[in-house]
C-alpha cells in the first residue's frame, strides 16, 4: 500500500452525513468527478465503518487518475488520532482521522483541487499525509494556490 492522507477534525464536530455532504460540494467545486454508490464497509460484528466514494479527474486520460475517499462512520473505533506533538497541534485537542484518501501518489494535482476546496469549506480542519510530521491548514492551502504548482507539495512541510 502507498501514502494514505486524512482530514482531521475536531472529535466534538464530526459527523459522517457532514464529511459526506462537505465532499460532495467540494468536489462539485473543484469541478472534478464523484462517483458514490453508497457502498457500506461493516465490521465482522456488524458495525457500521465506512462508505466510498471515487473521485476522478473529469477528462480522465490516463487510467486511475482516481482516487478512494472513505468517508468514516462517526461511531468507528478507529478514528482517534494520536499524534498531536509529532505534527505540531496542541496536545489537549481531540481529533478524528477521517475522510482516508487510500493512495495519493500518482493524484498529487486531484487531490490539492479536493482538499483545497474542502478545507475552503471547513477551515478548522487539517489535511495530514500519513508519515509526515506535519499537517497543512487552510492557511498553507491557500498560500500554495496562490503559487504555481508543485507536484510534490504534499510531501513538503508548509511551514519548513
Known amino acids: 500500500m502507498g501514502t494514505s492522507a486524512f482530514i482531521l477534525k475536531d472529535r466534538k464536530k464530526y459527523t459522517t452525513e457532514k464529511l459526506l455532504s462537505d465532499s460532495i460540494v467540494a468536489a462539485f467545486n473543484a469541478d472534478v468527478m464523484l462517483n458514490f454508490h453508497n457502498s457500506k464497509n461493516y465490521s465482522t460484528d456488524g458495525l457500521f465503518l465506512s462508505t466510498t466514494m471515487n473521485i476522478s479527474h473529469k477528462l480522465v486520460k490516463e487510467n486511475n487518475y482516481s482516487f478512494i475517499f472513505y468517508v468514516d462512520a462517526t461511531d468507528n473505533p478507529g478514528l482517534e488520532f494520536y499524534y498531536n506533538d509529532d505534527v505540531g497541534l496542541e496536545a489537549d485537542r481531540e481529533l478524528f482521522q477521517v475522510g ?61
Open 100 to 160: 482516508c484518501i487510500e493512495e495519493i501518489y500518482g493524484v498529487q494535482e486531484l487531490v490539492f483541487e479536493f482538499i483545497y476546496h474542502y478545507l475552503k469549506l471547513n477551515p478548522d480542519d487539517y489535511f495530514w499525509v500519513a508519515d509526515y510530521d506535519w499537517v497543512y491548514s487552510w492557511e498553507d492551502i491557500k498560500k500554495l494556490k496562490a503559487l504555481p504548482y508543485d507536484p510534490d507539495w504534499c510531501y513538503k512541510n508548509p511551514r519548513p
